[in-house]
């Protein structure tokens, strides 16, 4: 999948609302794991008022080691398919419904930019993956394309906000 434009701040305000709306709707609590997001699907989730009804956590596991100590992924994965993978995104996900006592987790795993990216993982590519406690996991992969840091990780933060209110649907 290739990713479209960055969401507005206004944008992904009105995104966090719906999931937040959504959830409250259906009494679901939400935990993130966020790496080249550093804490800012967590942060556009909270930064709305009341978000504590709905937002348990928010796990930024920049480092592989991180992920591994936080989360329970697995260094096999970590060294298999490394860090910026759908398996890896995966296996953050189940790894937040392993520590956290919620219904639904969002993880992104990507390469922001500037540097960093290569051939078969250039910068701009997002993996995400969203978790729900009876069994749901969905995966997308994002090439937002060498956009600038900012804007690749805005698109991402739009992209999980995205994929939780799927979940919570």
Do not use: W
């Not at 794991?33 to 942060?43: I, P, R, Y």
């Not at 260094?75 to 937040?96: D, F, K, P, W, Y």
């Amino acid at each position: 999948m290739t990713g479209g434009a960055a969401s507005s701040p206004e944008q992904i305000e009105a995104a966090a609302r719906r999931v937040l709306d959504a959830c409250r709707t259906r009494g679901l609590t939400v935990a993130t794991a966020e790496s080249c997001t550093g804490g800012l699907v967590a942060a556009a989730l909270t930064e709305i008022a009341g978000s504590s009804d709905v937002v348990e956590a928010g796990y930024v596991t920049y480092s592989n080691a991180a992920k591994e100590r936080l989360l329970g992924v697995p260094h096999a994965t970590l060294v298999a398919h490394g860090a910026v993978s759908r398996a890896t995104a995966e296996a953050m996900a189940r790894g937040v419904l392993a520590v956290a006592p919620v219904h639904l987790a969002v993880a992104i795993t990507g390469i922001a930019g500037p540097g960093g990216g290569s051939v078969e993982k250039p910068v701009g590519l997002v993996h995400f993956a969203a978790a729900a406690r009876d069994g749901r996991l969905i995966h997308r992969e994002c090439r937002f394309g060498d956009l600038g840091r900012a804007t690749v990780r805005r698109a991402a933060v739009a992209e999980a906000l995205a994929m939780l209110e799927e979940l919570a649907a």
